[in-house]
């Protein structure tokens, strides 16, 4: 079991990023957390991370952290994802896109805050549990939470604990669209002039209220369309022509359709062949567009996406949308390595800081990356790809270990109880050389 101690100095500057949102006693409290949520073994509720701890105070200290301390969760982990994005030395017109999805947790605690239904995928039908909204920044091939939230149930508003968590928090129902455009709007109003920004989507959040988000923000966006859409074909001087989507596509990838490769998404990846078709027209509540007709040659599924911006191919255009995945990757690594979920809390703010702190485990976890990479993060339009979160859970764990050795390396202790210690951790020589 890995020992938390005080904050390894690879990660200081991390942390003075965030501290002016704490309070003194706060902060105590904040760094040691946020250490064992990148660290630790097992789950990531309040025993196991207070187990792994060299605090002293007692667990339930800790706890009214989580649940009642009023910290601003959001905000630390928008300065955080800031800190984390500067690392890279961004450059005026380089791309940022915007990864959002929807994921849900499985919860069986009857008085627990906001819990609705989801499902889940392998359960049959619906289960109770909290469903989660996720936005992630994705810059040179790194991925950066930038927003967590709750959905809370229309029904839960009308019940005692609903009117106290709107009368505590001045929350008021939201719906998930709704909740993507707040998140939408409170990015910051200059990404727009220095950034070519993307927003990628799934076809659940291609309707009027995103869209509007992010025509109003400056950016543009990449979505999935439904097939029962109607789209507006241009042609030229003539009446547009409305088709619906699921009977106007198999004829357009027939007849004007061209088969092109795409470049893996991974290095030493295979090609990937699909057939191509681009249109240009308008849709319903969305606006005018670019649609993209893909059918992939390995099982013949057919897409359609659609784009803001009119001057991108259909290569880029499919090219950009295969990269929305990499938040489903993202939230499936948050969910195994990081604790995303596993939270015990009855109240609403203490799941809310919890998802929070899982977050900010995997910036941990990237700006330790990033800092060891150095000048190579930050080569204008460089495409990284840094090691899996297991990968970069155990080199931390080595700087971690270190920091522990030192510690008992005072004139009392014997270097042979030292050299036993880092025989029985089975530390590598390369890896102690990169954590030092």
Request: positive net charge; hydrophobic residues 40%.
């Given at each position: 079991m890995v020992t938390i101690?005080?904050?390894?100095?690879?990660?200081?500057?991390?942390?003075?990023?965030?501290?002016?949102?704490?309070?003194?006693?706060?902060?105590?409290?904040?760094?040691?957390?946020?250490?064992?949520?990148?660290?630790?073994?097992?789950?990531?509720?309040?025993?196991?991370?207070?187990?792994?701890?060299?605090?002293?105070?007692?667990?339930?200290?800790?706890?009214?952290?989580?649940?009642?301390?009023?910290?601003?969760?959001?905000?630390?982990?928008?300065?955080?994802?800031?800190?984390?994005?500067?690392?890279?030395?961004?450059?005026?017109?380089?791309?940022?896109?915007?990864?959002?999805?929807?994921?849900?947790?499985?919860?069986?605690?009857?008085?627990?805050?906001?819990?609705?239904?989801?499902?889940?995928?392998?359960?049959?039908?619906?289960?109770?549990?909290?469903?989660?909204?996720?936005t992630a920044l994705r810059f040179r091939g790194v991925i950066i939470p930038w927003a967590i939230d709750i959905?809370?149930?229309?029904?839960?508003?009308?019940?005692?604990?609903?009117?106290?968590?709107?009368?505590?928090?001045?929350?008021?129902?939201?719906?998930?669209?709704?909740?993507?455009?707040?998140?939408?709007?409170?990015?910051?109003?200059?990404?727009?002039?220095?950034?070519?920004?993307?927003?990628?989507?799934?076809?659940?959040?291609?309707?009027?209220?995103?869209?509007?988000?992010?025509?109003?923000k400056g950016f543009h966006f990449i979505c999935a369309a439904q097939s029962t859409r109607l789209f507006h074909v241009d042609r030229g001087r003539r009446k547009p022509k409305t088709v619906k989507l699921s009977t106007h596509v198999p004829g357009v990838l027939r007849y004007r359709g061209r088969n092109v490769e795409l470049e893996p998404k991974r290095r030493g990846g295979k090609k990937r062949l699909f057939r191509l078709a681009t249109q240009t027209g308008t849709?319903?509540?969305i606006g005018r567009v670019r649609c993209v007709f893909s059918k992939r040659k390995s099982d013949g599924s057919v897409l359609t996406l659609v784009t803001s911006d009119l001057d991108l191919s259909a290569e880029e255009v499919a090219t950009g949308y295969g990269w929305r995945w990499e938040i489903e990757v993202t939230i499936k690594a948050l969910k195994q390595h990081l604790g995303l979920g596993e939270y015990q809390h009855t109240w609403f703010e203490g799941a809310l800081h919890h998802l929070h702190l899982s977050c900010l485990a995997h910036l941990?976890?990237?700006?330790?990356?990033?800092?060891?990479?150095?000048?190579?993060?930050?080569?204008?339009?460089?495409?990284?790809?840094l090691p899996s979160t297991r990968e970069l859970q155990n080199r931390l764990r080595a700087i971690v270990w270190q920091d522990t050795l030192r510690q008992l390396r005072r004139p009392s202790c014997r270097d042979e109880i030292i050299h036993h210690l880092e025989r029985s951790l089975r530390l590598e020589e390369d890896v102690l050389d990169e954590a030092a």
């Amino acid at each position: 079991m890995v020992t938390i101690g005080k904050i390894p100095k690879i990660l200081q500057p991390f942390c003075d990023a965030v501290r002016p949102r704490f309070s003194k006693p706060q902060f105590q409290h904040f760094g040691p957390l946020l250490l064992a949520f990148a660290v630790s073994f097992g789950r990531r509720n309040i025993d196991s991370l207070y187990a792994s701890m060299q605090e002293k105070t007692c667990r339930q200290k800790l706890n009214d952290f989580m649940v009642e301390s009023r910290w601003a969760s959001d905000e630390v982990l928008r300065d955080a994802a800031l800190f984390a994005l500067m690392q890279m030395n961004p450059k005026k017109g380089e791309r940022l896109e915007i990864l959002i999805d929807g994921t849900g947790k499985r919860k069986r605690g009857k008085t627990m805050d906001a819990v609705g239904y989801i499902r889940e995928a392998g359960t049959p039908g619906v289960i109770p549990g909290h469903k989660y909204l996720k936005t992630a920044l994705r810059f040179r091939g790194v991925i950066i939470p930038w927003a967590i939230d709750i959905y809370v149930p229309k029904k839960f508003f009308k019940t005692p604990d609903g009117k106290d968590l709107a009368q505590r928090t001045g929350r008021r129902f939201r719906t998930l669209n709704e909740m993507t455009a707040e998140m939408l709007t409170a990015m910051p109003d200059n990404w727009a002039r220095f950034f070519k920004v993307y927003v990628l989507i799934d076809s659940g959040f291609c309707n009027p209220t995103v869209c509007s988000a992010i025509r109003e923000k400056g950016f543009h966006f990449i979505c999935a369309a439904q097939s029962t859409r109607l789209f507006h074909v241009d042609r030229g001087r003539r009446k547009p022509k409305t088709v619906k989507l699921s009977t106007h596509v198999p004829g357009v990838l027939r007849y004007r359709g061209r088969n092109v490769e795409l470049e893996p998404k991974r290095r030493g990846g295979k090609k990937r062949l699909f057939r191509l078709a681009t249109q240009t027209g308008t849709m319903n509540g969305i606006g005018r567009v670019r649609c993209v007709f893909s059918k992939r040659k390995s099982d013949g599924s057919v897409l359609t996406l659609v784009t803001s911006d009119l001057d991108l191919s259909a290569e880029e255009v499919a090219t950009g949308y295969g990269w929305r995945w990499e938040i489903e990757v993202t939230i499936k690594a948050l969910k195994q390595h990081l604790g995303l979920g596993e939270y015990q809390h009855t109240w609403f703010e203490g799941a809310l800081h919890h998802l929070h702190l899982s977050c900010l485990a995997h910036l941990t976890l990237t700006v330790v990356e990033l800092t060891r990479l150095g000048k190579k993060a930050q080569r204008r339009n460089a495409v990284l790809q840094l090691p899996s979160t297991r990968e970069l859970q155990n080199r931390l764990r080595a700087i971690v270990w270190q920091d522990t050795l030192r510690q008992l390396r005072r004139p009392s202790c014997r270097d042979e109880i030292i050299h036993h210690l880092e025989r029985s951790l089975r530390l590598e020589e390369d890896v102690l050389d990169e954590a030092a």
